[in-house]
């Protein structure tokens, strides 16, 4: 519980700006250190490896059970392992409250470099977090990177503008540069209704008078927020934003997307496309603009692709009216599900077939891949125990060939098939070692009753493979096992 504070990382106002064209941004628009504008900065230590943010939000943390905590580990020539590692919650030195009862600390993780000083920092949500009166009001804690990586000295707290209870601040997070003038990426954060901008203030290190808004949409399309993503889809040089839901009103739980357009302005609402509430970005087919991957593990069908079982669409970038479809907003996206000749497996109700998505290249032939999660797929009559796809990209976008997918009880797989575990409810592509090619992380937060369980698949020759996969938990770094929860949120 906390009651109402400043904070260093000082809230900016969120702008909606109709009707204003794509001006063409200032060199210094474009991030540094190789990273395209839509990238996510991981490097915390910056020694040119990305590390890996996962979150525990049912863990134990200083005796209160569900207070949350995160485990870091640190990328390097061999890849990221389990001696450089820590585990960081709000009972960490500098870190600002203390570990309570449900607050979830770690259930939404998101980096980018905040401050621009060539580290990335971590943002963790904490919706649960009271702030005094008001339950579940949320809040969020941004960790700073450094050359010896993160630790809580310093670190900032974010609560919304005008607290709310039961409102989960920090439910979802997304950092990258929307804008031109601001020297290091802004940050995205949305409740249970809302979105709201910040921005790092070296100078004033208060937070001034703030506004946000309800997520943009056409009528008939509003959404209840679920998650965010980032990528530059027009090639501006801009970050852009989707934030991604499930729509509400009169025909509630489709998958629905609004995209917000990087310009020198700011963000700019552009249109809603559907899609959702899972979503990733990348560059699928090598062109130069980011596409967006968008999940539907469970929502009903509206009369286009079905969602028996799951449905992932790709709506390709470019350089039209919009970030998305070729030539502008409304173009059709291309559907895949199970059944999509090529594709292992076959759709079933309660797959999950994209509850959550990575897209980068993990075989290193320029066109990133695209991660997919079903936790809820059975596994012979083992219900609920989870599975991982990989679809590969090409020149001509999203292909079955060579598609893999893996389960527990597959060839090389460390573990056994188990009932309610959840494989793949967070997958995460991560270049590591600096390769150039994006190993695989899967998470079962289910895994031995809720503690959960993070497995590697490393990359071979031909990509992603299962030969050399090898397991983790809390425990490893000194986190409290029991019910933690662990893998249920995976920085992207």
Same mark, same amino acid.
Do not use: C
């Given at each position: 519980?906390?009651?109402?504070?400043?904070?260093?990382?000082?809230?900016?106002?969120?702008?909606?700006?109709? $009707?204003?064209?794509?001006?063409?941004?200032?060199?210094?628009?474009?991030?540094?250190?190789?990273?395209?504008?839509?990238?996510?900065?991981?490097?915390?230590?910056?020694?040119?490896?990305?590390?890996?943010?996962?979150?525990?939000?049912?863990?134990?943390?200083?005796?209160?059970?569900?207070?949350?905590?995160?485990?870091?580990?640190?990328?390097?020539?061999?890849?990221?392992?389990?001696?450089?590692?820590?585990?960081?919650?709000?009972?960490?030195?500098?870190?600002?409250?203390?570990?309570?009862?449900?607050?979830?600390?770690?259930?939404?993780?998101?980096?980018?470099?905040?401050?621009?000083? $060539?580290?990335?920092?971590?943002?963790?949500?904490?919706?649960?977090?009271?702030?005094?009166?008001?339950?579940?009001?949320?809040?969020?804690?941004?960790?700073?990177?450094?050359?010896?990586?993160?630790?809580?000295? $310093?670190?900032?707290?974010?609560?919304?503008?005008?607290?709310?209870?039961?409102?989960?601040?920090?439910?979802?997070?997304?950092?990258?540069?929307?804008?031109?003038?601001?020297?290091?990426?802004?940050?995205?954060?949305?409740?249970?209704?809302?979105?709201?901008?910040?921005?790092?203030?070296?100078?004033?290190?208060?937070?001034?008078?703030?506004?946000?808004?309800?997520?943009?949409?056409?009528?008939?399309?509003?959404?209840?927020?679920?998650?965010?993503?980032?990528?530059?889809?027009?090639?501006?040089?801009?970050?852009?934003?989707?934030?991604?839901?499930?729509?509400?009103?009169?025909?509630?739980?489709?998958?629905?997307?609004?995209?917000?357009?990087?310009?020198?302005?700011?963000?700019?609402?552009?249109?809603?496309?559907?899609?959702?509430?899972?979503?990733?970005?990348?560059?699928?087919?090598?062109?130069?603009?980011?596409?967006?991957?968008?999940?539907?593990?469970?929502?009903?069908?509206?009369?286009?692709?079905?969602?028996?079982?799951?449905?992932?669409?790709?709506?390709?970038?470019?350089?039209?009216?919009?970030?998305?479809?070729?030539?502008?907003?409304?173009?059709?996206?291309?559907?895949?599900?199970?059944?999509?000749?090529?594709?292992?497996?076959?759709?079933?109700?309660?797959?999950?077939? $994209?509850?959550?998505?990575?897209?980068?290249?993990?075989?290193?032939?320029?066109?990133?891949?695209?991660?997919?999660?079903?936790?809820?797929?059975?596994?012979?009559?083992?219900?609920?125990?989870?599975?991982?796809?990989?679809?590969?990209?090409?020149?001509?976008?999203?292909?079955?060939?060579?598609?893999?997918?893996?389960?527990?009880?597959?060839?090389?797989?460390?573990?056994?098939?188990?009932?309610?575990?959840?494989?793949?409810?967070?997958?995460?592509?991560?270049?590591?070692?600096?390769?150039?090619?994006?190993?695989?992380?899967?998470?079962?937060?289910?895994?031995?009753?809720?503690?959960?369980?993070?497995?590697?698949?490393?990359?071979?020759?031909?990509?992603?493979?299962?030969?050399?996969?090898?397991?983790?938990?809390?425990?490893?770094?000194?986190?409290?096992?029991?019910?933690?929860?662990?893998?249920?949120?995976?920085?992207?």
């Amino acid at each position: 519980m906390r009651t109402h504070r400043p904070a260093a990382v000082v809230a900016a106002s969120f702008l909606l700006l109709s $009707g204003a064209a794509v001006a063409a941004p200032p060199a210094h628009a474009v991030p540094s250190a190789g990273l395209r504008a839509g990238d996510r900065a991981t490097d915390f230590d910056g020694d040119g490896y990305e590390d890996v943010l996962i979150g525990a939000p049912g863990g134990t943390a200083g005796g209160r059970t569900g207070a949350g905590y995160v485990t870091v580990q640190y990328g390097g020539p061999d890849g990221v392992g389990t001696v450089r590692g820590a585990v960081l919650d709000q009972n960490t030195a500098g870190v600002p409250g203390a570990a309570e009862t449900g607050d979830g600390f770690g259930r939404a993780l998101a980096t980018g470099d905040l401050d621009s000083d $060539g580290y990335a920092d971590a943002v963790v949500g904490v919706p649960g977090e009271d702030i005094e009166p008001l339950g579940d009001a949320g809040g969020v804690v941004v960790l700073w990177g450094s050359p010896t990586g993160l630790s809580g000295t $310093g670190s900032a707290w974010l609560q919304a503008p005008a607290p709310a209870a039961g409102a989960a601040f920090g439910s979802a997070l997304a950092a990258a540069r929307f804008s031109p003038d601001i020297p290091g990426d802004q940050l995205a954060v949305i409740d249970r209704t809302d979105l709201t901008q910040f921005q790092y203030d070296e100078r004033t290190r208060k937070a001034p008078a703030t506004r946000t808004g309800r997520v943009p949409g056409t009528p008939g399309h509003e959404i209840a927020p679920r998650s965010l993503t980032t990528g530059d889809y027009d090639d501006n040089g801009l970050a852009d934003l989707v934030v991604s839901g499930l729509t509400t009103g009169t025909e509630p739980g489709h998958g629905r997307s609004a995209v917000l357009l990087g310009e020198v302005q700011g963000l700019r609402f552009d249109h809603d496309l559907r899609g959702g509430p899972a979503v990733a970005s990348g560059d699928i087919d090598h062109d130069g603009y980011d596409d967006l991957v968008t999940g539907e593990p469970y929502s009903p069908d509206d009369g286009g692709a079905t969602t028996t079982g799951g449905v992932v669409g790709v709506y390709h970038g470019s350089a039209g009216d919009g970030p998305v479809g070729a030539g502008g907003p409304g173009t059709p996206p291309v559907w895949w599900t199970q059944d999509t000749p090529g594709v292992p497996g076959g759709a079933e109700a309660g797959d999950g077939w $994209g509850a959550d998505l990575s897209v980068a290249d993990t075989d290193g032939d320029g066109f990133a891949d695209v991660a997919i999660g079903a936790p809820g797929e059975d596994i012979g009559t083992v219900a609920d125990a989870g599975a991982v796809w990989l679809l590969r990209g090409s020149a001509q976008g999203l292909t079955a060939t060579g598609a893999a997918s893996w389960d527990q009880d597959a060839p090389g797989i460390p573990g056994a098939a188990e009932r309610g575990d959840r494989w793949g409810g967070q997958v995460r592509l991560s270049d590591d070692d600096g390769d150039a090619r994006a190993a695989l992380l899967a998470a079962a937060p289910g895994e031995n009753t809720g503690d959960g369980i993070v497995w590697i698949l490393p990359v071979g020759p031909g990509g992603v493979t299962a030969t050399g996969s090898r397991t983790f938990d809390a425990g490893t770094f000194g986190g409290v096992e029991k019910s933690a929860g662990y893998g249920g949120a995976i920085d992207e």
